[in-house]
Antibody
Framework: EVQLVESGGGLVQPGGSLRLSCAASGFTFSSYEMNWVRQAPGKGLEWISY????????YYADSVKGRFTISRDNAKNSLYLQMNSLRAEDTAVYSCARHPRGGGGYWGQGTLVTVSS | DIQMTQSPSSLSASVGDRVTITCRASQDISNYLAWFQQKPGKAPKSLIY???SLQGGVPSKFSGSGSGTDFTLTISSLQPEDFATYYC?????????FGQGTRVEIK
């Protein structure tokens, strides 16, 4: 069974940093592209970052470009999101998601990030 | 960037109804289109990928069709557990944009 479990969320002040982690199991993690997606309270889904299976290709939404960095450790079956210079509008549930290419997407439950003073 | 537009944004339907949700892409995305179901407080669940391929374990009352710019998700006979918000997502480009969602409510 595919499982994705996020961790690392919490309350952070504006301008602060957080590092999110996503532990993957139930599939060959190193073979799959991955995404980070977020959902602000009461809002829709927003794709924010993509990473290829090897980690060599990365893309970001304009809303987080230059502030967030996606990475992965295939030996540890883990995906990461380093978030710097956080803003109030970054408050959301952050989820890792297996890319839909190659058999459909899978999502973790997400971790809540609250940016507030 | 590719924009995804879903319609309607919400609908009211009765148990047993056939429901169709439409997703339109601002440019040709071939069949790189996925559909997700989200219930309140829960993670999205994949229903369809590659426009018409049913995710494993998803009941066959869900079906997807379309290619290019116009896509549909159909629920053949709406059941109480199907009341949720549905999202489309294009993955033709690395920037995998979502539609704004369609909320399916009980009439």
């Amino acid at each position: 069974e595919v499982q994705l479990v996020e961790s690392g969320g919490g309350l952070v002040q504006p301008g602060g940093s957080l590092r999110l982690s996503c532990a993957a199991s139930g599939f060959t993690f190193s073979s799959y592209e991955m995404n980070w997606v977020r959902q602000a309270p009461g809002k829709g889904l927003e794709w924010i970052s993509y990473i290829s299976s090897s980690g060599s290709t990365r893309y970001y939404a304009d809303s987080v470009k230059g502030r967030f960095t996606i990475s992965r450790d295939n030996a540890k079956n883990s995906l990461y999101l380093q978030m710097n210079s956080l803003r109030a509008e970054d408050t959301a549930v952050y989820s890792c998601a297996r890319h839909p290419r190659g058999g459909g997407g899978y999502w973790g439950q997400g971790t809540l990030v609250t940016v507030s003073s | 960037d590719i924009q995804m537009t879903q319609s309607p944004s919400s609908l009211s339907a009765s148990v047993g109804d056939r429901v169709t949700i439409t997703c339109r892409a601002s440019q040709d995305i071939s069949n790189y289109l996925a559909w997700f179901q989200q219930k309140p407080g829960k993670a999205p669940k994949s229903l369809i990928y590659a426009a018409s391929s049913l995710q494993g374990g998803v009941p066959s009352k869900f079906s997807g069709s379309g290619s290019g710019t116009d896509f549909t998700l159909t629920i053949s006979s709406l059941q109480p557990e199907d009341f949720a918000t549905y999202y489309c997502q294009q993955y033709h480009t690395y920037l995998g944009t979502f539609g704004q969602g369609t909320r399916v409510e009980i009439k």
